[in-house]
């Protein structure tokens, strides 16, 4: 069975850091491209990162450009996303999403999520 | 980055049929797809590929394109499918991934 679990939300303060994981099971991570998407609370999804399978080339949102940094362990089965500098517009519920091998470019699964909370 | 617009909300009384559209320059060149979202839930697909149905969704949800616009078809509306329903679609000069800002379906 597939499953992602993202773990490292929390509270933090403004200007502060956070790194979220996302372990992945059930399927074989080297293979995948891997995404993170993020939901601010009553507010619809954004885009925040993208990873091709062997972490070579990584894309960010404009958002987060220069503040957040997506890596990949695939022997570890996990992804990261170290995020700096955070401010309230930071806050919402982080997911990591897979990339379908058949379905084009299709998030076929995703985690349950993490909630970040940037506050004083 | 472009950007794909959404209406805010649809509503549909139970057996009607919803349209969902989702509009985007880019989106002839590039494939969409849409997600559906419950309350507390993490998204979940329901059409890849502008009209491709995933293995486990109902046949009702279906999807089309035309010109710069594509359409997310429920037919049969159940009280079930009363959801947040997201486009998402890929700018490959990124390549960025972008999300519709979301349409709320409200099933009367």
């Known amino acids: 069975e597939v499953q992602l679990v993202e773990s490292g939300g929390g509270l933090v303060q403004p200007g502060g850091s956070l790194r979220l994981s996302c372990a992945a099971s059930g399927f074989t991570l080297r293979v995948y491209e891997m995404n993170w998407v993020r939901q601010a609370p009553g507010r619809g999804l954004e885009w925040v990162s993208y990873s091709t399978s062997s972490g070579s080339a990584i894309s960010y949102a404009d958002s987060v450009k220069g503040r957040f940094t997506f890596s990949r362990d695939n022997a570890k089965n996990s992804l990261y996303l170290q995020m700096n500098s955070l401010t309230a517009e930071d806050t919402a519920v982080y997911y990591c999403a897979r990339e379908s091998m058949i379905a084009g470019d299709a998030f076929d699964y995703w985690g349950q999520g993490t909630l970040v909370t940037v506050s004083s | 980055s472009y950007e794909l617009t959404q209406p805010p909300s649809v509503s549909v009384s139970p057996g009607q049929t919803a349209r969902i559209t989702c509009s985007g320059d880019?989106?002839?060149?590039?494939?969409t797809y849409w997600y559906q979202q419950k309350p507390g839930q993490a998204p979940v697909l329901v059409i890849y590929k502008d009209n491709e149905r995933p293995s486990g969704i109902p046949e009702r949800f279906s999807g089309s394109t035309s010109g710069t616009t594509v359409t997310l078809t429920i037919s049969g509306v159940q009280a079930e499918d009363e959801a947040d329903y997201y486009c998402?679609?890929?700018?490959?000069?990124?390549?960025?991934?972008?999300f519709g800002g979301g349409t709320k379906l409200t099933v009367l």
């Open positions: 998402q679609s890929v700018d490959s000069s990124g390549p960025y991934r972008v």
């Open positions: 880019a989106l002839p060149n590039q494939y």
